[in-house]
């Protein structure tokens, strides 16, 4: 007699979802990506801790307004790379994104380090930009130079494919032009030696982002 043929899964066979596994490598992804945001707030809040505390920058210094206002700046820069990450069809876009992310996050906890240090406030009673001389006139509907409107990040979060990639790299060098014209005013204005040296290197990464933005668009017809 010949035996029954069965047709159920084998206790250690791995069932194939019907994206190839593609779904659940997305979100281990994803969780390892929202790991790798905390280390990088820790981080630059561990590096924040190394700066002097000999002389302090004021309440109304050019630093400090710098550190908040950058910090909202890179918060939505966070929040752009983390959709990219997650949303991204373009493996490159990907990446961007999530180097964004963790790369602004850590600087986020550096900015907020120095506030503390400094004996101030993480928001103070200036409007934004205040600390640019030519601040006042950056700000657009309440939003910092290069900044996306709630509009804008809907419009990203509703895409998909194709043009979320192109709409995330259009939005993302608009931010990245903005956040390299404020990080210029405190390279400017300010004198706190361990701020200028963040700053510098904040403006090199996104100027190396940029030319990574830029040629991506280009190749995906953006």
Known sequence: MTAPVTTGTAPDETPVTADGGRGAARRFGALALAAAVVVGLLLGYAGGLLTPTVTRPGENSVEAGFARDMTTHHAQAVQLGLMAFQQGEDAEVRQIGGDIATGQQGEIGTMQTWLRLWKLDPTGDQPAMAWM?????????????????????????????????????Q???????GGIHMIQGVLDEGHDDEVLKVAQTMKNTQQTDLTNLQAALKRLGG
């Open 133 to 169: 001389p030519d601040g006042a006139g950056l700000v657009k509907d309440g939003l910092m130079p290069g900044m996306a409107t709630p509009a804008e990040i809907t419009k990203l979060s509703e895409s998909r494919g194709h043009q979320f990639d192109v709409l995330f790299l």
């Open 171 to 177: 939005l993302m060098i608009r931010h990245h032009l």
